[in-house]
């Protein structure tokens, strides 16, 4: 498998500030363009007080920031200059982060999904939804909230798709704050896929498509997880993609670019699965030559090298 989408990360709690303004922005569509992307997605248009756009709503009932620039107005904009196509991710308050509470994301994003809407969705490059609440397991309320909101991003929107990209609960699934890489009480592929036949069974109507991210699970369990993922996936007619993760999960220094030999590891596993289409989380910090971290260019080269050899073949 090719990559041939990324996550864009603007918003984020656990990963630095790049601190890029429209020129650092221009330069990487430019990058992620060269290396087969057509794909951006925006991972959440706001987390807790910050924004990547001047929510009237947001701002107003959640006493969010208003931010110092439109990043979703310049990431459509680069989208469309680029021909790449841009899924917006929906608002994340960090109260379930807080709680487990998910309808409070339900009753919030009914208003951001309208208001966005209203502001970008005539953009040419505007071609999908993100649900950005992630979940690992059978997670109380995930199928009536994912449900919801899944139908209103389609219904207003008439029709476009709409994805998740949940976590499967393996053996590194620990807290990003944690000081541990492991733990104990890992899903067994039985229980995962029992527990995701439950949920796709229930949200099959108002999500077109699954990227379940990669590096919770070792190496050696990627195959039969993708098997497994991909056959759920087909049951309920959904396209089944893979949130091939750039960045180590295995290092204690949280995060790094992954080691090239993983992410091969990882997007041969997905292509023996038969995936429909690969993404990564994420470009700009852990693959793009203008990344903070300078193992990130090397990733680049290192797949770029890979891809013409695949090309070739």
Known sequence: MLITGTFIDEISHDIPHQNWGAAEWENDFRYMRAMGIDTVIVIRCGYR??????????????????????LIDLFLT????????????????????????????ADINKYVIEEVWQRYGHRKAFKGWYLSTEISRKTKGAIETFSSMGT????????????????????????????????????????????WNEIFDGIQQSVDAVAFQDGHIDFHELEDFFRVNKQLA????????????????????????????????????????????????????????????????????????????????
């Open 49 to 70: 007080r910050f924004l990547t756009y001047p929510s009237a709503y947001l701002i107003r009932e959640q006493g969010c920031y208003s931010p110092p620039i439109d």
């Open 78 to 105: 680069l989208a469309e200059k680029y021909g790449m196509s841009l899924y917006f991710g929906l608002y994340d308050s960090g109260v379930y982060w807080d709680t487990g509470n998910m309808q409070h994301e």
């Open 152 to 195: 209103m991003c389609k219904q207003i929107s008439d029709g476009l798709p709409v994805f998740i990209s949940p976590w499967i609960d393996g053996k590194k699934a620990v807290m990003a704050a944690s000081g541990t890489l492991t733990k104990a009480d890992a899903v067994s592929l039985q229980e995962h896929e029992q527990e």
């Open 234 to 313: 087909n049951k309920y007619h959904l396209q089944c993609w893979t949130n091939a993760e750039s960045f180590d999960r295995d290092m204690p220094i949280k995060f790094l670019p992954i080691k090239f030999e993983k992410l091969k590891l990882k997007l041969e596993a997905a292509g023996r699965a038969g995936y429909d289409k690969a993404i990564t989380f994420e470009f700009s910090h852990f693959m793009s030559p203008q990344s903070a971290y300078v193992q990130a260019q090397h990733l680049y080269n290192r797949y770029n090298e890979y891809k013409q050899l695949w090309l070739q073949q």
